[in-house]
């Protein structure tokens, strides 16, 4: 009975419910189904850590699958990123590079044949980087480029071996939201690396720029101090003639390049260039404020930028300065070594020859002096015909004073100067000279050995050998001599070799030419010392065979005849 009752209450308030929906609730249209399981649309794989394969370089992200393919809505990208920030390395035999997977940054790239002051592995990233880093993305849009360089980037591999035997290839990738971003590196057997970096922006690519610097390496305290150190300098290949730009000198808006054939930047011994693949290509250098650090004050530092085009990378050559080993690779990058234009067939040979003579001796220092000797003795010939004019001028000279002292009163343009060529000319020709030859002879075999003195001077300016090569008390022969003994040496033999020499110059001349030893000295201390071996070895040279010359050719003094007594009666 009471379960009846129960019923009936409970199908009254259904009945109760229900019209009141009716009469009075809200009219609407019924919700939508749920999608069953087969028509939900498939989840999307997110990677979070660890390597993903790389697609070939400079190609675009595979396409990723829609979200809602049925109703039409945006495509939505696959998330590529890491968790955690790491350190990604290149292992090879000449050098060794470090990055951060934050931002696929590079951290370090190290020379592994050539050292520092202190002995390690010369750096070739600046400490100092205020902005932009080397090897960088660089869209030109700030909100962009700071999503990228903060990015965590996915690599191929945590440790890539590279043996010179066959390229090896790392990668770096990165996806989020609607910003997809790839940075490869090649690394061919040439020592050559190929960059290749594309960015897109809601499925559009963006124009990106490859960038070195600010500045190149890290130069020391003691390296800034030797004469002839100069900052990093921007330097480009433009129509076949190499353009260096020293940050100092650049407009704060930087130096457009409208068509370089290699752009990128130098020191005196190393460069980083970047040379577009696919031939000209747009590029910037522009200047960089750095800060002061412990090892420099507050500089102004230069950096590269080039354009990479769609689908086109960019070669890379980071190393030293060696002409022979950039010629073999191409592009015309042999052009950033100065060897200058009118004695560059010379120092190129010269250059060659002074690494042959360091193969027999193995030391720098000795390869040096042994060069500069052998070099003395082929000029030795045309020096012997200097020197004796030297000495038949200096025999005449006192008749040539009393001529010139005669006319020294008549002006330039007076008619009786003429008579005054007339003696001169006869005092020659009673000497057995001829006026006008005689400054030819004297002159020439000077004008001769100068350019090959000048290109072995040059030779010792660029050869990166010298770095940290030692000899006998020089630690190195690129910086300058600690106890300045070559300097001083150098000043001491000119002053001798001066001083021995025949001149027909009056005194007050000569005094003024015996200050050149001390003046050439004084700015020969900090030189880097073998420089200074190169010019006190030639000296010396010079020196004894002027000694042995004036020697041989003295004319003997004859005895004068005995006087004859008269006869006592």
């Known amino acids: 009975m009471e379960e009846r009752r129960l019923l009936v209450a409970v199908a009254l308030s259904l009945l109760i419910l229900t019209g009141y929906q009716l009469l009075f609730g809200p009219r609407s249209e019924p919700p939508a189904t749920e999608p069953s399981p087969e028509m939900a649309s ?7 850590a660890g390597p993903v394969p790389s697609a070939p370089a400079g190609s675009p992200p595979a396409e990723s699958q829609p979200a809602e393919a049925e109703t039409g809505t945006a495509e939505v990208v696959p998330s590529v990123t890491a968790e955690l920030e790491r350190r990604v390395e290149v292992l090879a035999p000449d050098y060794t590079i470090a990055f951060s997977n934050r931002g696929a940054r590079l951290l370090s790239w190290t020379l592994t044949n050539y050292r520092n002051e202190r002995g390690r592995p010369e750096e070739m990233v600046p400490s100092v980087m205020p902005g932009l880093h080397p090897l960088d993305f660089d869209t030109g849009d700030g909100a962009i480029d700071d999503q990228l360089h903060g990015a965590l980037f996915v690599p191929s591999t945590e440790t890539l071996r590279v043996d010179g035997t066959s390229p090896k290839t790392l990668s770096f990738r990165y996806a989020d939201r609607d910003i997809e971003a790839e940075k490869a590196f090649t690394f ?3 020592g050559l690396v190929v960059v290749s970096m594309w960015v897109k922006a809601a499925g559009q690519p963006i124009p990106c720029r490859l960038v070195w610097g600010p500045g190149l390496g ?3 305290k003691e390296r800034r101090k030797v004469r002839g150190f100069k900052e990093p300098e921007g330097v480009a290949l433009v129509e076949g003639d190499v353009e260096r730009l020293a940050p100092g000198k650049l407009e704060s808006t930087g130096q457009k390049l409208p068509a370089v054939r290699w752009v990128g930047l130098e020191s005196v011994y190393f460069a980083a260039l970047m040379v577009p693949r696919g031939g000209l290509a747009a590029a910037e250098v522009r200047p960089v404020n750095l800060p002061g650090t412990v090892d420099a004050e507050a500089t102004v530092a230069a950096e590269a930028a080039v354009d990479i085009a769609a689908g086109s990378p960019v070669l890379l050559f980071v190393g030293a300065k060696d002409h022979d080993a950039l010629a073999k690779l191409g592009y015309g990058l042999e052009k950033v070594v100065p060897i200058g234009n009118w004695i560059g067939p010379i ?3 010269l250059m060659r020859l002074l690494r042959w003579v360091h193969g027999l001796v193995g030391n720098w220092g000795w390869a040096i002096v042994i060069l500069t000797v052998m070099i003395n003795m082929v000029m030795a010939p045309l020096r012997h015909y200097s020197i004796a004019n030297g000495m038949k001028m200096a025999k005449m000279q006192p008749e040539m004073k009393v001529i010139q002292e005669r006319y020294r009163k008549v002006p330039m ?7 005054m060529q007339e003696e001169m000319g006869a005092l020659y020709a009673k000497h057995g000279m001829s006026m006008g030859t005689q400054m030819l002879v004297g002159c020439l075999p000077l004008l001769l050995t100068m350019p090959f003195l000048f290109a072995f ?6 050869s990166v050998e010298l770095r940290g090569a030692p000899f006998l008390w020089i630690p190195d022969l690129s910086q ?5 003994i070559t300097p001083v040496l150098m ?29 050439l000295a004084g700015m020969f201390l900090w030189a880097p010392a073998g420089l200074n071996l190169y010019w006190l070895t030639a000296n010396l040279w010079s020196l004894f065979q002027q000694v042995v010359e004036m020697r041989v050719l003295k004319p003997k003094e004859v005895a004068p005849p005995p006087k004859k007594g008269r006869k006592k009666r």
Do not use: C, H
């Open 347 to 349: 120092v190129v040979p």
């Open 218 to 220: 890290n130069p020391s």
């Open 42 to 48: 498939p989840a999307v794989a997110m990677p979070t």
């Open 413 to 419: 343009m007076d008619p009786r100067r003429q008579k």
């Open 480 to 484: 300058k001599d600690p106890l300045f």
């Open 457 to 462: 001077y040059r030779v010792l300016m660029i």
């Open 491 to 519: 000043g001491v033999s000119m002053y001798t070799m001066q001083k021995m020499t025949p001149s027909t110059m009056d005194p007050s001349q000569q005094r003024i030419m015996m200050l050149m030893p001390v003046m």
């Open 188 to 190: 061919e057997d040439t």
